[in-house]
């Protein structure tokens, strides 16, 4: 079971440049979200998605697109990127089981990100 | 909105003593969720516990408890016979209860990072 899988780990950028970071989770988890992390400010959520088809804005979304086309991937894109995206990025999913409990984030390995 | 503060950005504890984390979070909110996360330098984000509002006893997993504080809003995180391995970052996070309705975002705190010295 490979739970979340990022990439890439690491990826350095030139300012104006786009790319891509890619999450994937295999256990049909309804919840996906994009968080970045920098240094003071811990964990912030960029976008999130409670089910193939629908996407929302978390905190701070500027700069950034997602999409949601299948239950198991949920890309993060930056259309021009800009060295205030310079950061650590985490994908996260999670469920809430019949039962009703809450269950807890299941992360990927992050992807550092530099942009010069 | 909700707001979690964490008030110690670095602290430091012999090996095989006692530290404790200390969270204070800010919510209307009558039923939610507390989580401890550890982040070693692997960048790997662990649960290390977690706590259910309406549940008065504190949890516990192993060497990690938790003083949970409801009327205060503080939900303290305590490591016994501190280990070279629970160096690292720890982050507090808030999350609000599903009948809330959407999506159940998690607030997190910015972070203790711990030494444990040898």
């Known amino acids: 079971n490979a739970g979340v899988t990022q990439t890439p780990k690491f990826q350095v950028l030139k300012t104006g440049q786009s790319m891509t970071l890619q999450c994937a989770q295999d256990?049909?988890?309804?919840?996906m979200s994009w968080y970045r992390q920098d240094p003071g400010m811990g964990l912030r959520l960029i976008h999130y998605?409670?089910?193939?088809?629908?996407?929302d804005q978390g905190e701070v979304p500027n700069g950034y697109n997602v999409s949601r086309s299948t239950t198991e991937d949920f890309p993060l894109r930056l259309l021009s990127a800009a060295p205030s995206q310079t950061s650590v990025y985490f994908c996260?999913?999670?469920?809430?089981?019949?039962?009703?409990?809450?269950?807890?984030?299941?992360f990927g390995s992050g992807t550092q990100l530099s942009v010069l | 909105a909700q707001t979690v503060t964490q008030s110690q950005p670095e602290m430091s504890v012999q090996e095989a003593e006692t530290v404790t984390l200390s969270c204070t979070y800010d919510?209307?909110?009558?039923?939610?969720?507390l989580f401890w996360y550890k982040q070693p330098p692997s960048r790997q984000m662990i649960l290390v516990i977690r706590?259910?509002?309406?549940?008065?006893q504190n949890a516990t997993e192993n060497r990690f408890s938790v003083n949970f504080q409801k009327a205060a809003k503080s939900f303290s995180l305590k490591i016994s016979d501190s280990q070279l391995g629970d160096t690292a970052m720890y982050f507090c996070a808030f999350m609000k209860p599903l009948y809330s309705g959407g999506y159940q975002k998690v607030t997190f705190g910015t972070g203790t990072k711990l030494q444990v010295i040898p």
């Open positions: 996260a999913s999670s469920y809430s089981p019949p039962t009703g409990s809450v269950e807890k984030l299941f």
């Open positions: 998605s409670v089910g193939a088809g629908i996407t």
């Open positions: 919510t209307s909110e009558n039923n939610y969720y």
């Open positions: 256990m049909n988890h309804e919840y």
């Open positions: 706590q259910e509002a309406y549940k008065q």
